[in-house]
Structure formats: structure tokens, C-alpha cells
């Protein structure tokens, strides 16, 4: 069984630029994670997806920020226009419950840099 | 609110010797915890989990306890190879917040030979 797939693996983009992260989850997973590592800090809930629908998108910092998942299966979250403080790591992450008892399972990430 | 604590890093130690790393946690509820590890270049990866009180999970020779009295979920192992050298996350999850997870900083582990 494929895992949860995210690319590109690093990005480095110039402050004002446009980056689109894209996940691809385990199939069958209907939902959908992203979380968000700024260096040195927690890894952050951003949002959540059950199929195409956004179940909670609260940790989501702010309107630079958008998340797509057409069709109930990849996701992309794009940041427009990114700034500095956009940098660190995006992860994806699926899992066929809701429940965080159980764990989920998460890709390799998205080192996203902005200069 | 709820929130995970772990031991700052980096920990720095010899092949074979024994390894803590503290995490302590706060929750408005009963909590799952759980230790993720992530390796150079990889992904986060689920290394053991708890879901109840006194529950010990375990992996890859890797053990933590569930220590309700203490609210903590420290990580142990007793002989430590190079190849454990990663970043380990301790995080916590609450049924009634669905499916969001709490972690901690993370603590950076290199071992040495």
C-alpha cells in the first residue's frame, strides 16, 4: 500500500511568490490532514478534510492561505503571496477515522522556504 | 487547554547507552498519547502509542507509560543504536476534539558510535 505522498519535497520561492503543496492520500482515506512545523516550534494543526469538504480549517493562519481537495481524493494548499514567516515544514497526513486516538499516518513533508 | 511538553534537545549520546525523553502533557480530558519519530529525509512516523492510563506501548525496543497521577508519557530505550538518530515527537489526541493533534517541539536524538 502506497503512503501518504506529498511534493514537491523543498521549495524555495521569493517573498510575494505564489506555491501550490500537494497531497495525495492513502487510498480509501477520507480524511485528510495538513499541520504545519515552523523551525523550532510545534507542528500546528492547519485543517482538516472529510472527502471534499472541509471539516475545520481553524488552525489555518490566515486568508493567504487556501486548501483544495477536488474530488475527495489529493489535496493542494496554496500560499498567495507567501511571506517569510510562511517558511517550515508542511506535513499531510490521512486516515479512514476521524478519531486522533488512533494515529494517523503522515508524508514526508514539504520544506517550504521563502526568501 | 491542551497542550504536550517534551524535553528540550538536542540529545547527544553513545550507542548502547539509555535513553529518556521527558514528555508531560495537559488536556481537558482523557487523552491518547503518542510518540512519533521522524528519520533524516522521512516523514513523520507513528513509533507507539497509549490509549488509557497505565497502558505501555511499545516498538522497535522503544517504551513509554501512560502515567495518568503524573500526566506524563516519558520515552525509553534501553540500548540505543545510530540508527535511532531522528527527531521524536510526542503528541497527544482527544476523541472529543475529533481529530486534531497536539505535539510537542520535538527532541533531536544523534547517536554516536
Known amino acids: 500500500e502506497a503512503g501518504v505522498t506529498q511534493f514537491p519535497s523543498h521549495s524555495v520561492i521569493e517573498k510575494g511568490q505564489t506555491v501550490t503543496l500537494r497531497c495525495d492520500p492513502i487510498s480509501g482515506h477520507d480524511n485528510l490532514y495538513w499541520y504545519r512545523r515552523v523551525m523550532g516550534k510545534e507542528i500546528k494543526f492547519l485543517l482538516h478534510f472529510v472527502k471534499e469538504s472541509k471539516q475545520d480549517e481553524s488552525g489555518m493562519p490566515n486568508n493567504r492561505f487556501l486548501a483544495e481537495r477536488t474530488g475527495g481524493t489529493y489535496s493542494t494548499l496554496k500560499v498567495q503571496p507567501a511571506e517569510l514567516e510562511d517558511s517550515g515544514v508542511y506535513f499531510c497526513?490521512?486516515?479512514?477515522?476521524?478519531?486522533?486516538?488512533?494515529?494517523?499516518?503522515f508524508g514526508s513533508g514539504t520544506r517550504l522556504t521563502v526568501v | 487547554g491542551n497542550s504536550v511538553t517534551q524535553m528540550e534537545g538536542p540529545v547527544t549520546l553513545s550507542e548502547e547507552a539509555f535513553l529518556t525523553i521527558n514528555c508531560t502533557y495537559t488536556a481537558t480530558g482523557y487523552p491518547s498519547l503518542f510518540w512519533y519519530v521522524q528519520y533524516p529525509g522521512e516523514g513523520l512516523q507513528l513509533l507507539l502509542k497509549a490509549t488509557k492510563a497505565d497502558d505501555k506501548g511499545s516498538n522497535k525496543g522503544f517504551e513509554a507509560t501512560y502515567r495518568k497521577e503524573t500526566t506524563s508519557f516519558h520515552l525509553e530505550k534501553g540500548s540505543v543504536q545510530v540508527s535511532d538518530s531522528a527527531v521524536y515527537f510526542c503528541a497527544l489526541g482527544l476523541s472529543n476534539s475529533g481529530y486534531a493533534l497536539n505535539f510537542g517541539k520535538g527532541t533531536s536524538l544523534l547517536v554516536t558510535p
Open positions: 497526513a490521512s486516515s479512514q477515522g476521524q478519531q486522533a486516538t488512533y494515529g494517523y499516518t
